[in-house]
């Protein structure tokens, strides 16, 4: 995990959660839309992560997850707002 000074691009934490969770995740890449189950899967992925990252106290993993929980979340608003 990088260290916290340095910013993480979307893209790079979308490559991370692709080679954590698998190929067959929302944010894989392509331009192919997500649905609201991919997307809910990935969210609750996400605040699990957390979680965890929380009761270990790894400062990096909460600044990582909580911002790509953020980032589903509004990937989930667009889709629904569309």
Known sequence: ??????????????DFYVALMG??????????????EELDEAIDDCIAMLQ???DVNNKDEIFF?????????????????A
């Open 52 to 54: 965890y990252s929380i």
């Open 23 to 36: 190929e067959d995740v929302c944010c894989n890449g392509d331009n192919n839309q997500s649905t609201i």
């Open 1 to 14: 995990m990088q260290k916290l000074g340095r910013k993480i691009t979307l893209k790079e934490q979308e």
């Open 65 to 81: 997850w909580r911002k790509l929980l953020q980032g589903n979340k509004v990937q989930r608003r667009m889709l629904l707002n």
